[in-house]
């Protein structure tokens, strides 16, 4: 396991384009971490380093936001904080972000745990001494 501290923002493009390169051919990749850890944060940092000009928010309401990258492949950012039951990412057609061979950045991966595909990378984030903590 890889672990990275991050001691203020400036340090985040740095993490990120560490954490792409750990991706590999891995495209869904889940971010697990308490409430204002920086899931969202580091997501976006994330999509900075793949070229999204548009605007990039916390998918909370919406469930998920989609992005294009500087190659105009899709990115799909998720929350699944506010669902309440399995049947709304079945509704939403989850299926068809999961294995679209685009990347898909999950927030709140535990409340959809069992719909996860097996080749997952998943990021955890802490904050510890006043610092966050990414491992991988």
């Not at 400036?10 to 869904?28: P, R, T, W």
């Not at 929350?79 to 999950?106: H, L, P, Q, T, V």
């Amino acid at each position: 396991m890889t672990s990275l501290k991050i001691n203020n923002l400036s340090e985040l493009s740095s993490v990120s384009q560490k954490l792409i390169q750990a991706f590999g051919n891995k495209k869904v990749i889940t971010f697990k971490g308490q409430m204002g850890a920086g899931k969202t944060t580091l997501i976006k940092a994330i999509c900075e380093e793949l070229g999204v000009k548009q605007t990039i928010s916390s998918p909370t309401f919406s469930i998920v936001n989609e992005y294009l990258s500087s190659s105009g492949k899709k990115i799909y950012h998720f929350d699944f904080y506010r669902i309440n039951k399995i049947s709304e990412a079945y509704d939403m057609g989850y299926e068809e972000y999961f294995y679209s061979d685009a990347y898909c950045f999950i927030e709140w991966p535990e409340k959809i745990q069992e719909l996860m595909p097996a080749d997952v990378l998943t990021v955890n984030i802490s904050v510890k001494d006043g610092l966050r903590v990414v491992e991988f």
